[in-house]
């Protein structure tokens, strides 16, 4: 079982930038793909991004491809995601799950608890 915990998460202004990130324990960090999803109020929780072991292959959903990155410092054991030029519609809690890569997604096996993001117009 691997442990996640998210932060990074807070308030800002549409257009501002902010970096998520997801630390990871229990098992070897680069040994597994990790994801992040959101859900906002009232909806559904939505795939965003998804990194394999070694983070040589990502896919992010259409809805933020070109404004988020996801990546992933195995000798940190963290996963990032890179939010920039962010809009309202992408107010949600975000969460980190790691499991097996199923291109275009992933399949997970533990996720963390959430971070809120917010973005005001």
């Known amino acids: 079982q691997v442990q996640l915990v998210e932060s990074g998460g807070g308030l800002v202004q549409a257009g501002e930038s902010l970096r998520l990130s997801c630390v990871a324990s229990?098992?070897?960090?680069?040994?597994?793909?990790m994801g992040w999803f959101r859900q906002a109020p009232g909806k559904e929780r939505e795939f965003v991004a998804v990194?394999?072991?070694?983070?040589?292959?990502?896919k992010h959903a259409d809805s933020v491809k070109d404004r988020f990155t996801i990546s992933r410092d195995n000798g940190k054991n963290t996963l990032y995601l890179q939010m920039d030029n962010r809009k309202p519609g992408d107010t949600a809690v975000y969460s980190c799950?790691?499991?097996?890569?199923?291109?275009?997604?992933?399949?997970?096996?533990?996720w963390g608890q959430g971070t809120q993001v917010t973005v005001s117009s």
């Open positions: 229990g098992r070897p960090f680069n040994g597994y793909a």
């Open positions: 799950p790691a499991g097996i890569l199923e291109i275009p997604t992933i399949r997970p096996d533990d």
């Open positions: 990194i394999n072991s070694n983070g040589g292959l990502t």
